[in-house]
C-alpha cells in the first residue's frame, strides 16, 4: 500500500494512503495495530472525515480502515462507472489490496446500499455488516424521495445526472453548512467549522459530484435488482442496525427482511440523522460490543 501526505484535515495517529484498484485510485486512512479491522463507509454529504471522533475510540482495540469512494473527497473522480455495484467491488478490491480480511464493516445513509451488496456478493471479506441510518432501493429508500409524504427533494435531485454537476459548483457551502447539515444534525456544534471546511474542500473539488450523482441514480433506477440480490443472497454475517429513535426504523425493518443471521438494533435517543458525528461514544460503544461478541464466536 502507498502511504501519502493528507491533502486536508488528519488526525494523530492515522495514516493517509492511496491504492489504484478496480480501475480508480482511493484514498483511506488507517489507525490502530491490533484486533479486527472495521472498515468504516460514510454517507452524504460526508467523506471520512465524518469519523474523526469515532475512529480514535475504535483503534485503542481493533485496527481501522476509513475511505473516500470513488468521486467523493480525495479518490478518484475521471470519467468512469459510478454508483453502488461498481463501489461495492472497490471494497472487494481494497480487502485484497491490503490483504487483512475478512472485515467488520459498518455503512451508514446512502452508502448502506454499497455495504449490502459488498456483503451479499463477497461474503468471504464480512465478518459483520452494521447499518447506520440506512435503508435500501426496493426496501423503503424510495419513499425518502417522496417529497409528497415527508420525503426530501435533495434525494432525486442528486440522482438526476448531469444536474448536482451543473448548479451545485459554488454553492458547496451553502449547501453544506446552511442546509444540509442543520437539517440532518441534531446536536448542537457536533459538527464545527473547521470541520464544515473540510466537507466543503472536498466537494468543492472539480467532477467532485460525479460519486453522489452515481450512488443516488444507482438507488432511483434500481429496478428491483437489490430486492432480487436479497433474495438470491441474503446476509448471512450478524447485523448491528443503529439508528436514532424518531427515524422510524427504516435501518432495522430493512435488514431483518434481507438478513438470515441475528440482528441486534439499538435505538439512540436524542440525536440526529449523522449518528458518527453526533454520538460517536454511543456509536462506538454499540459497535464495540457488538463487534466484540462477533469475534468471541469465532474464537
Given at each position: 500500500m502507498t502511504t501519502t501526505m493528507p491533502y486536508g484535515?488528519?488526525?494523530?495517529?492515522?495514516?493517509?494512503?492511496?491504492?489504484d484498484v478496480n480501475g480508480t485510485r482511493l484514498h483511506y486512512v488507517s489507525a490502530g495495530t491490533d484486533g479486527s479491522l472495521i472498515l468504516l463507509v460514510y454517507g452524504w454529504p460526508e467523506t471520512w472525515w465524518a469519523f474523526r471522533s469515532l475512529i480514535p475510540l475504535?483503534?485503542?482495540?481493533?485496527?481501522?480502515?476509513?475511505?473516500?469512494?470513488?468521486?467523493?473527497?480525495?479518490?478518484?473522480?475521471?470519467?468512469?462507472?459510478?454508483?453502488?455495484?461498481v463501489a461495492a467491488e472497490d471494497l472487494h478490491h481494497l480487502v485484497a489490496h491490503i490483504g487483512a480480511g475478512p472485515v467488520h464493516v459498518l455503512c451508514q445513509d446512502i452508502s448502506g446500499g454499497t455495504g449490502f451488496r459488498f456483503t451479499a456478493t463477497h461474503p468471504e471479506d464480512v465478518l459483520s455488516f452494521t447499518g447506520v441510518e440506512t435503508a435500501l432501493a426496493g426496501f423503503g429508500f424510495?419513499?425518502?424521495?417522496?417529497?409528497?409524504?415527508?420525503g426530501s427533494w435533495h434525494v432525486g435531485f442528486l440522482g438526476t445526472p448531469g444536474i448536482p454537476a451543473m448548479l451545485l459548483p459554488g454553492h458547496e457551502r451553502e449547501l453544506l453548512a446552511d442546509w444540509a447539515f442543520p437539517l440532518m444534525s441534531g446536536t448542537k456544534d457536533a459538527i464545527g467549522e473547521d470541520d464544515i471546511d473540510e466537507f466543503v474542500r472536498s466537494y468543492a473539488r472539480p467532477n467532485a459530484w460525479r460519486g453522489t450523482e452515481g450512488l443516488y441514480r444507482s438507488v432511483l433506477s434500481d429496478g428491483g435488482a437489490t430486492r432480487a440480490l436479497a433474495e438470491?443472497?441474503?446476509?448471512?454475517?450478524?447485523?448491528?442496525?443503529?439508528?436514532?429513535?424518531?427515524?422510524?426504523?427504516?435501518?432495522?425493518?430493512?435488514?431483518?427482511q434481507v438478513s438470515t443471521g441475528e440482528v441486534t438494533a439499538?435505538?439512540?435517543?436524542?440525536?440526529?440523522?449523522?449518528?458518527?458525528?453526533?454520538?460517536?461514544?454511543?456509536?462506538?460503544a454499540a459497535l464495540l460490543e457488538f463487534t466484540g461478541r462477533v469475534d468471541s464466536e469465532r474464537g
Open positions: 484535515a488528519t488526525l494523530p495517529g492515522v495514516t493517509h494512503h492511496l491504492a475504535l483503534a485503542r482495540s481493533h485496527r481501522v480502515l476509513a475511505l473516500d469512494l470513488r468521486g467523493f473527497g480525495d479518490s478518484g473522480n475521471a470519467d468512469t462507472e459510478y454508483g453502488e455495484a424510495e419513499a425518502l424521495a417522496d417529497v409528497n409524504n415527508h438470491s443472497h441474503p446476509i448471512a454475517v450478524p447485523v448491528l442496525t443503529v439508528e436514532a429513535a424518531g427515524h422510524r426504523g427504516i435501518t432495522e425493518t430493512t435488514f431483518r439499538v435505538h439512540l435517543d436524542g440525536v440526529g440523522h449523522l449518528i458518527a458525528q453526533e454520538a460517536p461514544e454511543q456509536l462506538a
